[in-house]
């Protein structure tokens, strides 16, 4: 197949690009047609590497207002209400939500997914059928799968148990969520299990870190420095790490030379965070976000996740990582042209980084995995929301979508 006149990552020339047997095999200007050859000429539309939503809760999709709303719109009454949810799993309910909200996802250019699994179950409900699902749609979306206890490990029964059978059925990336345990001790027992586990089953990390609008919830330090020690380095990411919009700078200046020293990740989620941090303020309210622009600066790889897709914690939820991006680059006044022009790294390449990928990206030999935009750059893309025209993996089109037409009488 030949593609004609793209312009890649924001490249102000076209090109066209060749695929053969699923992958790239010429990127250049003006490639001729060979006899037989299929065209699909776009006439100067963007072409990205796949979005890649790294940081997802899919166990938890599609069931806002089960069995009720979350009307505080805190972190703790969703934690409160998806444990009764989650008496009510079965594999079926499961499967036929992820599978929804996984093609939500794949409408909008989504081909890898971190997502988060609550392993704070006796009967691993929603890990099993994950896992299974992750087999069954490999050919269209890469599902990497966090051993996540929502609950707690240390605070939680069996908490330790349960997280190593989550490895054990097939779980990828240990987590933890140090800022939930009953006390500051088992927040800091909880990073030190979930790296040693990581380190023994030869795992990635991504521990939900400080959530928590409490400016003396520091379990980013620990994780960071048993990062750095243990070697592990950017196999760890930190996710939320929201208290450290609270922090005091003085502290916030000598946190940063561990992070940087660490290599770890980040993965800032701006609509949940928005929403659910600063509950307990008044005026002035807090933003309740990670320090994005800074962690960039201080050489920390960042992205932006979803999170949640009308659930426990967040009524709305669309799947689409223009979303995301929007509303991170106000948040955290990143709105310079050359940042918002760069901005879709954040749900591309730095995710990829993230999540570990190999061979992602636009390049020839790679497989031919790339979504196109109805756009001609990635400024006017996140200004109109512009619509993913086609998604490609491996040569095969997974999604495609009609542009709206809008009339105007005047
Ligand atoms: N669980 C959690 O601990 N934090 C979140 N942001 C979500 C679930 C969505
Ligand atoms: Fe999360």
Request: net charge neutral; hydrophobic share 40%.
């Amino acid at each position: 197949m030949l593609i004609k006149n793209v312009f890649l990552e924001n490249a102000k020339e076209a090109v066209d690009v060749r695929v053969k047997d699923g992958k790239f095999e010429t990127i250049a200007k003006n490639i001729t047609k060979k006899a037989g050859e299929n065209v699909l000429d776009l006439g100067g539309k963007l072409m990205l590497p796949p979005f890649i939503d790294s940081h997802m809760h899919l166990d938890s999709v599609l069931t806002a207002g089960e069995p009720v709303w979350n009307l505080s719109g805190t972190l703790f009454e969703g934690i409160e209400i998806w444990s009764k949810r989650k008496q009510t799993l079965t594999a079926d309910d499961v499967k036929s939500r992820v599978n929804r909200a996984v093609r939500m996802q794949a409408a909008h250019g989504i081909q890898h997914i971190r997502t988060h699994v609550d392993v704070t179950d006796e009967k691993l409900t929603a890990l099993k059928a994950i896992v299974e699902l992750r087999e069954e749609l490999k050919n269209f979306v890469n599902i990497q799968i966090v051993a996540f206890p929502q609950e707690g490990i240390m605070s939680y029964k069996n908490g330790r148990a349960l997280m190593e059978r989550a490895i054990a059925e097939g779980a990828d990336v240990v987590g933890a969520i140090p800022h939930f345990e009953y006390t500051r001790e088992y927040g800091v027992e909880s990073v030190n299990f979930a790296i040693e586990l990581a380190l023994k089953h030869n795992k990635l990390v991504d521990i939900h870190c400080d959530e928590i609008d409490d400016d003396a919830s520091r379990f980013l330090e620990t994780v960071a420095t048993r990062a750095y020690e243990s070697g592990l380095k950017s196999k760890v990411t930190a996710s939320h790490t929201t208290a450290m919009g609270s922090y005091n700078n003085a502290y916030a200046y000598k946190l940063f030379r561990i992070l940087g020293k660490s290599d770890i990740n980040f993965v800032s989620n701006p609509h949940i965070n928005t929403h659910i941090q600063g509950r307990t303020d008044t005026y002035p309210k807090r933003r309740g976000l990670t320090r994005v622009k800074e962690l960039l600066a201080n050489g920390n790889n960042v992205s932006f996740g979803y999170d949640c897709i009308q659930d426990p914690w967040y009524p709305l939820g669309t799947g689409n990582m223009l979303d995301p991006v929007h509303m991170g680059l106000h948040v955290c006044q990143m709105m310079g042209y050359e940042e918002i022009l760069n901005s879709y790294k954040l749900v591309t390449t730095n995710a990829a980084k993230t999540l570990s990928l190999k061979n992602y990206g636009i390049k020839k030999g790679n497989p031919a995995s790339f979504i196109i935009l109805d756009a001609t750059n990635f400024h006017e893309a996140l200004s109109t929301r512009a619509p993913v025209l086609y998604s490609y993996k491996n040569g095969n089109l997974l999604a495609s979508t009609q542009p709206a037409k809008t009339q105007i009488t005047f």
